[in-house]
C-alpha cells in the first residue's frame, strides 16, 4: 500500500496533505489504477485510485460525460476493468482476471430513476434482497427501514403512486436494508424539484451519518458536493484532476478545471518578477516559486475582490445581478478583462460606476499560463457514458 | 471468460443444450406424421369435398374403414407427393384429371394394379395400361348457356366462342384449372398452337375480368344472366339444376357438327399411392368404387357419366350415345399439359 | 476480457442466431430459386403477367390508402375533438372491423353487392329493372372491403396522435387568430402527418400481402398470383419470381413505415399532458356525425356481423355443426396456441438481446424476425415449404412446418409488443436486483419476466389471432386433418354457400373480439 496515489499535478502543499488523508488500511472501498473502456483503445476514465474509509461520504464530482458514472458502474460490477484494481473491504473485487459478480460484493445502489420494482409494492421492493432471512425478520427489517427513511404507512403502495422523494427515499431503504458494504448513489437528486432538493441532501446526509454508511455519489452540480461530502474526487475527460476535502478543493484547487469548476473563479494574467507576480490588479506573492519572467494566471473568487466606488478610477461596472443575500458584480478592468465580484446586497451600485479593486491576496491560487489556456471553453470529449 | 464465471456458464450451455434436444425430440415425435392405424385411409382429393365424401361415407359405412381426406388443387396434391415421396401419409389420390394421375404415374407415384374386378368393369381406354389409375366417371367440356339470352344454334363449337360478338358475355375457369389446361390441350392436339392460341386470345379478350376460380360460380352467374355464357364440366349445370330445376340455363354439347372435334372428355379417376401401408384397405376402396354400386352411386351423386358399361346414366343428362368424344387419348392429357401450359401464360390467360 | 453482458449472452445468442437463421433461410432459398431461373420464365412472365399484376396490386393500394386516409383521420378527429352523445360508444366501436377477417368481409360483400344481391335488387327499386350497380369483383369492389377492413389502423395511429398531441400548438394557433378550420389544416394534420403515414403504410402492407379479400373478389393481384401458380403448376418457379418481386415491393413500403414512425418521434411533445377541448355540436351536428359513423362502424362491422348471424341461424348451417365442425375449431385453437407460444419463445430472446445488448450482430437479428412482415401468407408458405423439402423433408407434411410458416409470418406482429416491453423496462432493474444478492436467472425470474409479463401476453393474444385467421399458408402446407375453422369459410365462400361458411366465420370473429379487446385496451392506456 506504499504505491504512489498522487494523481494531480503535484504541488508542494498538496503532498503534505496526502499524508493524513490517506489512510489505505481503513479503507473500505479502494480504487487503484483503474480504467476502463467501453471501445478498446478509448478509455472512458483512466488511471483513478481514491479511497473510502468506513463510514466515510465521498463523492465524485464533474462535468457529464467525464467518466464519474463508469466509476461507479465499475465498483458495482457492471463494467469490465481494462486494468487497475478495485477492493470492497480489502478482497479484489475487479481487475482483469477477476469479475466478481455484482450479487456477491454486498453493494447497494440507488439510480438516477431509482430503478423502484414497478410490480411490486414499498414493503417488496425493500425486502425484495431479503429472500434468505425468515419471514419474521425480514419484516421486522423492513419495518425498521420505513421507520429510517419516515415512509411509515406507506408500505402498501406501489411505486407509481408515490412522490418523487418518497420513491427516492424507498430506493435507499431498499439498498440500506442490505447493510451494504458501500452505497452508491448516483445523481440521487437530479429528478427532484428543487426547492425539495435541499430538504432531501439534509436528510439524507443524516440518514447516512447515523447509519454510518460508506457511500460514494456521483453528482455534476459542486453546491451538493460540498454539502454532503467529507470528500470529493473531481474528475475531467475520465482523469482525476483532484481528491480532497471540499473546502480545500474550493480554496485550495488543483488544477484551473477545478477552480473554475466548482465555484466561479475570474483568472488574471500576470508575470513573475524578482520573487512578485506582478498583474492588473496588483501583486501576489510567487507560491509556486516560478522564476522570473514566467507566465501565470492567479485565480481570484469573487468573494475576495472588494468594490469601492472611487471617482476617477478606471474600472468599471458593467451590470449587476441580485442574488439575494449577494449582489454579483461584473466588472470590465481597463485593459479589458472582466472579474466578478460578490458583494453584500445591501451595497448596490449603477452600471457604469467606476470602482477601485480590492484584492484579499490569501485566497488566490498561482498556476502557469500554459496550465490554464482554453479554460474558458473547456471541451468535454464524451468518451464517458452519463447512465 | 473470466476464470470466475466460466464454469458455471459452460454448466448452463450444456443444460441448454439438452434441453433444446429434448424439446426437438419432443415436437418431432408429436408432429411428424405419424404411421395410420390399419383400418384408416388417407385420400389426398382434388375434387371438391362435397362431391366425393357422401361416396367415402358410404365405403366406410359398408366396410368400417375410416377414411382422412385432404382436399385441395389437383397439381397442388401432385407437388405434395411428389415432395412427400415415401414418407407420404397418402395411400390414395383422387383426381378429376386424367392428366394429373398419368403424370403421378409417370413420376413413380402410383401403384400398378392387377385386378380383374378392374379390367371387368372399366374399358381400357378409360385406365392407365398397367392400372395405376383407374377412371372413375366421364365429364364432358361443355359449354352452358342462359335460355333467355342465347338460342342453342349461336355456338357449334367451343372456338366460336373467340368470336368478338361474346365480348363480355363468357365466362370462363382461372388458368390453373385442370379442366380447362386438359381441354386446351385437346384443342391443341385438334388444331395445332396457332389456331389454339387465336382462340385463346379471343376468349381472353371475351371474358375479360369474367374469369372463375369455381366452376359453381360460373353456372351461377350464367343462371344469374350476369353473362350468356360459360365454359365448364356439364355436371355442374346438372348439379345446379337439381337444385333449383326452374334455373334459365341449358347444357351446349359442342363440336359436334360433322367433321367436328368431338366434345372434351376427361375422366375423374383414383389411383393407389405406391408408398401405401394398407394397400389391401386402398384396394377395397377401388373395388368399391369400380364396382356397379359404386359406379351408380359415384356417377349419380355428381351427375357424372359412369365408365362401367352396364351403369346407366343419370336421366336428366344428354343420352352419351347422342354426341360424339374427342379422340385423343386420356393418357396423351399428360405429356400435352406443360406446352399447354406455355401457351396459355404465353396468351397471358389469368 | 468478460463482462456480465456476455456471460448472460452466450447461450442465449446461440439461440438468437439459430432463429434468424430460421426465419432467413427460407427467405433466401426463395430469393435462390427466383434469381436462378431460367430467363426465359422470367422474360415470359414479363410479357404476360407482371405488368398486369404490378399494376393491380399498386393500385389497389393506393385506392385503399386514400379511402383508409379520409376514413381514418375524419373519424379520428370526430371521437377526440367533438363531444356528441355516445361519443365513447363510437370511440370503441370504429375498431371493431379489425375484428372481421378480410376474406369475410369480402365474401359477405359478394353476396350483398353481388349480381341479383339485396343492394341490386334495392337500386332496381329505385332506378328501373334493367339498373345495374358495380360488381363487387373488381378494382372497386376489392377497394371497398380492404379499406372498410384496414381504416382502424389509420384511426388509432391518428387518434393516438390527437391525443397525445400537445394541445398547446392548438392553442397558439387559435390565439394567433386562425380560425378553428384553419388550425386542423395547418397546425393538427401536418403535426399527426408521421402518425397517419404510418398507419397508411401499415394499411397498404396489409392490401399487399392479403389473399383471402382477393382471392374471393377475384382481383388478380401479386400474392393471389404466388397462390396460383403454387397451385396450378407443377414446378415452384414462377411462384418464386413472383414472391421476389411481391417481397420487394412490401419492403418498399415497410421501409417508407419505419422511416415515418422513426420521424414520428421527433413530432412527439414533451410536457404536461392536457386532454383537448372538445367542442360540442348541437343536435343536428350531433345527428350528421352519428350518421357519419354509424354508415362506417354498419358497414364495416355490424351489417356483415348481422348477417353472419342470420347465415348461422339458417338449418343449413346449422346441420353443419357436427363433430366435425368442433374438430376444426380444435385445430384453429391448437395450431394458434402452438404457434404464438412458439413466437413468443423464439421472439423473446431475439428482443431481449438486441435491447440490453445492441451489437451489430444482434440488432441484425431482430431485423431479420422483421421479414415476416414481407413475407405475404402464400410466400411464406412456399418458403417454407421449398426449405423444408430441400433440407429436412422428414417434417414435409407435418405440423411443424405449418407453424414455422406461421411463426415466420407472424412474428413482427408479436416483436412489435415484446420489443417496447423490454425497452420500456430499464436495465437498471436489473442491475439493482443484482446488487440486492440475485443471480442472473433469480433477476429474469423475479424482475424481467414479471415485468414483460403484459407484453408477453399481448403478443401471445396477437400472434394467437392472426394464427387463427390464417388463410392462404393455412391452405398450402396443412396436413391431412389439419382444416381449420379459416378453411373452411374460404372453401364454403369461394362457392358462394354462404349460410355454410357463416358459422366458422361468425366463430372467427367472435374469438378475436376478446383479443381486440385486450389490445386496444392497451393502446387507450398508452394514448
Not at chain 3, 419476466?449 to 401476453?457: C, I, M, T, W
Amino acid at each position: 500500500m506504499t504505491s504512489d496515489h498522487s494523481t494531480a499535478p503535484t504541488r508542494s502543499q498538496e503532498t503534505t496533505l496526502q499524508g493524513d488523508l490517506y489512510t489505505p488500511a481503513s479503507s473500505v472501498l479502494e480504487l487503484r489504477h483503474v480504467s476502463c473502456a467501453y471501445v478498446a483503445g478509448r478509455p472512458a476514465v483512466q488511471e483513478i485510485s481514491f479511497a473510502a474509509r468506513e463510514g466515510e461520504i465521498l463523492c465524485l464530482l464533474g462535468p457529464s460525460g467525464c467518466g464519474k458514472t463508469t466509476i461507479l458502474r465499475a465498483v458495482a460490477g457492471f463494467e469490465p476493468v481494462c486494468s487497475g484494481q478495485i477492493f470492497l473491504s480489502g478482497q479484489l473485487v475487479s481487475s482483469p482476471d477477476v469479475m466478481t459478480p455484482t450479487e456477491n460484493r454486498r453493494v447497494g445502489m440507488v439510480f438516477q430513476e431509482y430503478a423502484l420494482f414497478p410490480h411490486l409494492r414499498v414493503q417488496d421492493n425493500i425486502a425484495f434482497g431479503l429472500r434468505h432471512l425468515a419471514r419474521s425478520e425480514r419484516s421486522a427489517r423492513v419495518q425498521e427501514m420505513l421507520r429510517l427513511t419516515g415512509l411509515e404507512g406507506f408500505e402498501r403502495r406501489y411505486p407509481h403512486e408515490l412522490s418523487g422523494g418518497q420513491q427516492q427515499r424507498v430506493a435507499l431503504a431498499r439498498a440500506l436494508v442490505q447493510n451494504p458494504v458501500v452505497l452508491l448513489l448516483d445523481e440521487p437528486f437530479s429528478n427532484l424539484d428543487p426547492d425539495m432538493t435541499g430538504r432531501m441532501r439534509q436528510e439524507l446526509h443524516d440518514l447516512l451519518r447515523r447509519t454510518k454508511t460508506t457511500t460514494v455519489l456521483v453528482t455534476h452540480d459542486h453546491d451538493e458536493a460540498f454539502a454532503m461530502a467529507d470528500r470529493i474526487a473531481v474528475l475531467n475527460q475520465g482523469r482525476l484532476e483532484q481528491f480532497d476535502t471540499p473546502e480545500m478543493m474550493y480554496h485550495m484547487p488543483a488544477t484551473p478545471f477545478v477552480a473554475d469548476f466548482v465555484g466561479q473563479a475570474d483568472f488574471i494574467p500576470g508575470t513573475v518578477f524578482q520573487g512578485m507576480v506582478h498583474t492588473e490588479l496588483g501583486e501576489f506573492s510567487n507560491t509556486i516559486e516560478c522564476e522570473d519572467d514566467t507566465a501565470v494566471v492567479v485565480m481570484i473568487r469573487p468573494d475576495d475582490i472588494h468594490l469601492v466606488p472611487t471617482k476617477g478610477a478606471t474600472s468599471r461596472v458593467l451590470s449587476r445581478q441580485f442574488r439575494g443575500s449577494e449582489n454579483l458584480y461584473t466588472v470590465s478592468l481597463p485593459s479589458g478583462q472582466i472579474v466578478h465580484s460578490s458583494q453584500g446586497s445591501t451595497s448596490v451600485y449603477q452600471a457604469g460606476t467606476a470602482v477601485e479593486l480590492r484584492v484579499l491576496a490569501t485566497h488566490t491560487v498561482l498556476f502557469r499560463r500554459e496550465e490554464s489556456t482554453g479554460l474558458a471553453s473547456q471541451p468535454v470529449r464524451p468518451i464517458a457514458r452519463e447512465h | 471468460m473470466s476464470c470466475v464465471c466460466s464454469v458455471p456458464t459452460l454448466r448452463r450451455t450444456i443444460l441448454s443444450v439438452l434441453l433444446l434436444l429434448f424439446t426437438a425430440g419432443l415436437v418431432a415425435g408429436i408432429f411428424v406424421p405419424s404411421a395410420q392405424a390399419a383400418d384408416k385411409l388417407t385420400i389426398y382429393s382434388g375434387r371438391s369435398e362435397r362431391l366425393i365424401k357422401p361416396v367415402l361415407d358410404a365405403f366406410t359405412a359398408n366396410t368400417g374403414i375410416q377414411i382422412e381426406l385432404l382436399s385441395s388443387g389437383t397439381t397442388e396434391l401432385v407437388n405434395r407427393l411428389k415432395t412427400e415421396g415415401d414418407r407420404t401419409p397418402a395411400d390414395l389420390l383422387i383426381t378429376n384429371d386424367a392428366g394429373s394421375l398419368e403424370l403421378a404415374r409417370a413420376a413413380g407415384l402410383l401403384h400398378p394394379l392387377n385386378m380383374r374386378e378392374i379390367d371387368r368393369a372399366i374399358p381400357a381406354q378409360f385406365r392407365a395400361p398397367d392400372n395405376a389409375w383407374v377412371g372413375l366417371s366421364g365429364r364432358f367440356w361443355i359449354v352452358v348457356y342462359n335460355r333467355m339470352m342465347v338460342q342453342p344454334d349461336q355456338v357449334k363449337s367451343l372456338l366460336d366462342l373467340a368470336d368478338p360478338k361474346w365480348k363480355d358475355k363468357i365466362a370462363i375457369p382461372n388458368s390453373g384449372s385442370e379442366y380447362l389446361q386438359a381441354g386446351v390441350s385437346v384443342i391443341r392436339a385438334t388444331y395445332g398452337d396457332e389456331k389454339t392460341r387465336q382462340f385463346l386470345q379471343g376468349l381472353k379478350t371475351n371474358a375479360d375480368s369474367q374469369v372463375y376460380q369455381k366452376s359453381s360460380q360460373i353456372v351461377d352467374a350464367v343462371a344469374k344472366g350476369q353473362v350468356a355464357l360459360g365454359i365448364v364440366n356439364h355436371y355442374y349445370v346438372y348439379r345446379h339444376l337439381a337444385a333449383q330445376p326452374e334455373a334459365p340455363i341449358a347444357v351446349l354439347m359442342p363440336d359436334q357438327q360433322e367433321g367436328g372435334m368431338g366434345a372434351i372428355m376427361n375422366v375423374a379417376g383414383v389411383g393407389i399411392v405406391k408408398s401405401t401401408k394398407h394397400l389391401d384397405s386402398a384396394k377395397l376402396l377401388v373395388e368399391f368404387l369400380v364396382a356397379q354400386a359404386g359406379q351408380k352411386l359415384f356417377a349419380d351423386l355428381d351427375k357424372e357419366y359412369p365408365l362401367h358399361p352396364d351403369v346407366k346414366t343419370d336421366p336428366a343428362l344428354v343420352e352419351r350415345k347422342s354426341f360424339h368424344a374427342a379422340l385423343v387419348p386420356l393418357a396423351k392429357l399428360a405429356e400435352l399439359r406443360e406446352p399447354t401450359i406455355a401457351l396459355i401464360e404465353e396468351v397471358g390467360l389469368r | 476480457m468478460s463482462t456480465i453482458r456476455q456471460q448472460l449472452a452466450s447461450p442465449l445468442q446461440l439461440l438468437v442466431l439459430a432463429s434468424a437463421g430460421i426465419i432467413l433461410l427460407p427467405l433466401g432459398y426463395v430469393t435462390a430459386q427466383a434469381l436462378s431461373a431460367d430467363p426465359v420464365v422470367w422474360s415470359r412472365l414479363w410479357a404476360t403477367r407482371i405488368p398486369e399484376l404490378l399494376f393491380n396490386t399498386v393500385s389497389l393500394a393506393a385506392s385503399v390508402a386514400v379511402v383508409t386516409l379520409v376514413l381514418g383521420v375524419s373519424t379520428a378527429w370526430l371521437v377526440t375533438r367533438v363531444d356528441f352523445p355516445g361519443r365513447r360508444l363510437w370511440e370503441g366501436a370504429l375498431v371493431l372491423p379489425l375484428a372481421m377477417p378480410t376474406y369475410v368481409l369480402a365474401y359477405v360483400y359478394s353476396y350483398l353487392l353481388g349480381f341479383g344481391g339485396p343492394v341490386e335488387h334495392l337500386w332496381q327499386l329505385v332506378a328501373g329493372p334493367q339498373a345495374r350497380i358495380f360488381s363487387p369483383h373488381s378494382y372497386g369492389g376489392a377497394t371497398l372491403v380492404m379499406a372498410l377492413d384496414t381504416f382502424p389502423f389509420v384511426y388509432l395511429l391518428s387518434r393516438s396522435a390527437l391525443l397525445s398531441m400537445n394541445v398547446s400548438f392548438e392553442e397558439v394557433a387559435r390565439a394567433s387568430g386562425v380560425s378553428r378550420l384553419s388550425t386542423l389544416w395547418r397546425v393538427t394534420l401536418p403535426l399527426m402527418r408521421p402518425s397517419i403515414a404510418a398507419g397508411v403504410a401499415l394499411v397498404i402492407l396489409y392490401v399487399v400481402s392479403d389473399f383471402g379479400a382477393v382471392s374471393l373478389l377475384r382481383y388478380q393481384t401479386l400474392t393471389y398470383a404466388v397462390f396460383q401458380q403454387m397451385t396450378g403448376r407443377s414446378d415452384n418457379t414462377a411462384a418464386s419470381i413472383l414472391s421476389l418481386l411481391l417481397v420487394g415491393l412490401a419492403l418498399i413500403f415497410l421501409i417508407t413505415e419505419r422511416w415515418f414512425r422513426q420521424r414520428s418521434r421527433f413530432y412527439q411533445t414533451t410536457g404536461r399532458y392536457r386532454a383537448p377541448q372538445r367542442h360540442r355540436y348541437g343536435w343536428f351536428g350531433a345527428l350528421a356525425v352519428t350518421g357519419y359513423l354509424g354508415l362506417i362502424v354498419g358497414a364495416a362491422f355490424a351489417l356483415p356481423a348481422s348477417l353472419l348471424i342470420q347465415w348461422s341461424l339458417s338449418p343449413e348451417a346449422q346441420a353443419t355443426l357436427d363433430s366435425r365442425f368442433f374438430g376444426f375449431v380444435w385445430n384453429s385453437g391448437i395450431l394458434a396456441a402452438s404457434a404464438a407460444t412458439g413466437g413468443v419463445l423464439i421472439g423473446l430472446p431475439l428482443a431481449y438481446l438486441a435491447s440490453r445488448r445492441p451489437t451489430m450482430l444482434n440488432l441484425s437479428c431482430l431485423q431479420a424476425a422483421y421479414a415476416g412482415y414481407v413475407l405475404p401468407g402464400p410466400v411464406a408458405a412456399l418458403a417454407v415449404l421449398v426449405l423444408f423439402s430441400k433440407l429436412a423433408p422428414v417434417f414435409y407434411g407435418s405440423v411443424l412446418i405449418l407453424i414455422v410458416a406461421y411463426v415466420i409470418h407472424f412474428l413482427p406482429a408479436g416483436l412489435q409488443s415484446l420489443e417496447p416491453a423490454l425497452q420500456h423496462m430499464s436495465p437498471n432493474l436489473e442491475e439493482v436486483a443484482r446488487t440486492l444478492g440475485l443471480g442472473i436467472r433469480d433477476t429474469w425470474r423475479r424482475v424481467t419476466l414479471p415485468l414483460v409479463r403484459n407484453g408477453f401476453v399481448v403478443a401471445w393474444v396477437l400472434m394467437f389471432l392472426q394464427t387463427m385467421k390464417e388463410l392462404p399458408a393455412t391452405l398450402l402446407l396443412r396436413p391431412v386433418g389439419f382444416d381449420t375453422l379459416a378453411i373452411r369459410v374460404w372453401m364454403e365462400a369461394s362457392e358462394e354457400y354462404y349460410q355454410l361458411a357463416a358459422p366458422s366465420a361468425l366463430l372467427i370473429v367472435l374469438m378475436s373480439l376478446p383479443a381486440l379487446a385486450l389490445l386496444v385496451s392497451k393502446d387507450w392506456r398508452a394514448a
